[in-house]
Each structure stands twice: as C-alpha cells, then as structure tokens.
C-alpha cells in the first residue's frame, strides 16, 4: 500500500466540516521487481481519507442514558482475530504534510495500524485500523485474512490501560476508489465501533488494487 499526492478518493467529514484529504490506492507491492502479488480475492486497497473523527456526543454535548456502553480512552497496543489467526502490535498513523493519510511501512510482516486521528477502540466512534493485504515480495500483509471474516467473529484490541475491547463483526464491504462512503466508513457514531481497511480489486494490467475492503465491528455488550 503506498502513498501520494495524487489519489483519487473523496474527502471525510470531521465533527465541524467536511476537509477534502487524499489518499491514493494501493500498489501490488511497493518495489516493482518484487514477486507476483495476491490473487485478487485476497487483494483489498487503501482507505481515501482521513482528518480527525469527533465521536458524537448526546444533545448535551454528554452521552445520553440510551446509549450503548464505551470504554475511557486508552490507545491501543495490539490487534488480535482469533477466527483468522491474525495477531498484530499497532503502529501510530497520522498525517502527513501534504495531508495524506499515513499508512504503514511495507516491509513483510509490517503490524497494522491505528489513525490517531479517529477514537481510540472502544471510545464512542468509529476506531480506524489500516493494514496490508499483501507484504513485498507478494506475501501475505497482515490484513490478508479480513475476506475470510464472517458476521459474528471476533476482534480484540489489547489497550495501554491493561484493558481489552472486544468487538464483534457486523460486516464487510467493497469499495471503488470513486464511490467510498466517506459517512459510513468514518462519521461519527452513538456507540463504540471498529474499521479495519485494506485493499481490494487488484488489477494485474496496472499492478494497483482500485478498491477498498472494510471490515464493520462493534464493541461488544
């Protein structure tokens, strides 16, 4: 998954207003001498953008009584998905000068990572994990196994505060790089939720997945 000035995603929507940042696609592999990369049933590409997420609050700028339990804030340390085997630590992603969203390093086995931009697992809001489907070399990235996830399946995320938040899968979609829901994949919401996003629909005439998975979790009751 690499990173330029040049992408061609729509912008999200931050608490106050909408900011137009982009974040290109994805490459098979980021040396273009490196083995033949996944199949593209494996494939997924990168999220589009990414300024800072505000979980929403209640009406009175609290969370009201009706809704769904969070965690405090802690920031996460590693990621666990007992379904897929997946274990990964987290990096810490922001943004960089040009106002691309950063993504993790490329090297094999590179851990995912976690938007510091968007609340921390468990927060009220939708937390963002980003991660390779594909490592250099066309090994599998850490993110390799998020098409195998089913409805029901599990996501835990260990926190510094010794805490863990547990979610559970909701669902998993598909997205061209010129039709992304920025709203759905990042707006705010009313209970703790996850977004775990990497490539899809790799094209082997150009060598670049032309869209996104994301993986839809929410913490667990």
């Not at 998954?1 to 999200?12: F, I, N």
């Not at 106050?16 to 033949?36: K, N, R, V």
């Not at 931009?117 to 937390?127: C, L």
């Amino acid at each position: 998954m690499t990173v330029s000035s040049h992408g061609r995603r729509a912008g999200l929507l931050s608490c106050a207003a909408a900011a137009l940042l982009l974040l290109p696609g994805c490459t098979a592999t980021s040396d273009p001498e490196a083995g033949a990369p996944p199949s593209p049933t494996t494939s997924a590409s990168s999220p589009s953008v990414a300024p800072s997420v505000t979980p929403a609050p209640g009406p009175s700028g609290t969370p009201t009584a009706d809704q769904d339990p969070v965690l405090a804030p802690s920031a996460p340390v590693s990621l666990s998905i007992p379904s897929t085997g997946t274990a990964s630590e987290l990096l810490r992603l922001g943004l960089r000068k040009d106002g691309s969203l950063e993504v993790p390093p490329e090297p094999p086995g590179s851990p995912a990572g976690w938007y510091t931009g968007s609340p921390t697992p468990g927060e009220r809001g939708p937390a963002v994990l980003l991660g390779h489907v594909n490592a250099t070399g066309g090994g599998e990235g850490v993110f390799a196994g998020l098409r195998s996830l089913k409805p029901g399946d599990r996501i835990d995320i260990a926190r510094e505060d010794g805490t863990t938040a547990a979610f559970t899968v909701d669902r998993a979609e598909q997205y061209g790089k010129d039709d992304f829901p920025t709203l759905a994949v990042y707006g705010n919401t009313a209970d703790a939720q996850l977004r775990l996003i990497t490539c899809d629909g790799y094209d082997p005439a150009t060598g670049t997945f032309d869209d996104n998975y994301v993986v839809y979790a929410t913490l667990s009751r």
